[in-house]
């Protein structure tokens, strides 16, 4: 059965990734000026870090309401992260093929580095939820 929470959730995951889709199409140009560095690292590696930062906690949120094993939750991370992964790539490859964007390797870096940190605080969170439930 689904809840009205999980509902919420996978709507806000729609809406994130319709976000994410925006932010890496739109036009560049129309931005206003911004820093180069934060913290001596390119301004736009850190908006890509924390574009990708809660794809997997939004799919945690929205999808894993039925593990109950640790291999479960390992196996819903890393399936996590490589749908995640594929997105970030997804979007790197449509950038290139953008007449006024361009794709940027370190941009994809960027989301998965992430994606990764996310996915191992996920993975902890659903672990010691296991142990909770467990109790």
């Known amino acids: 059965m689904t809840t009205p929470k999980t509902i919420l959730a996978r709507i806000l995951f729609v809406l994130y990734i319709a ?6 199409f739109m036009h560049v140009d ?15 590696k850190v908006a890509h870090f924390l574009m990708f930062l809660p794809f997997p906690i939004l799919a945690y949120l929205a ?7 640790f291999w479960s939750a390992l196996i819903f ?6 749908v ?5 790539y997804a979007t790197e490859f449509i950038q290139g093929k953008l007449p006024y964007r361009s794709m ?24 010691t939820h296991l142990k909770v439930r467990k109790n």
């Open 19 to 24: 976000a994410v889709a925006f932010l890496c």
């Open 104 to 127: 940027d390797i370190t941009d994809l870096r960027a989301d998965m580095l992430a994606m990764l940190l996310s996915c191992i605080f996920v993975f902890i969170i659903d672990v």
């Open 30 to 44: 129309k931005l206003p000026e911004m820093q180069n560095f934060i913290f001596g690292i390119p301004t736009d």
């Open 77 to 82: 991370a890393v399936l996590t992260f490589v």
């Open 63 to 69: 999808y894993d309401h039925i593990t109950n094993k």
């Open 84 to 88: 995640g992964s594929l997105l970030a």
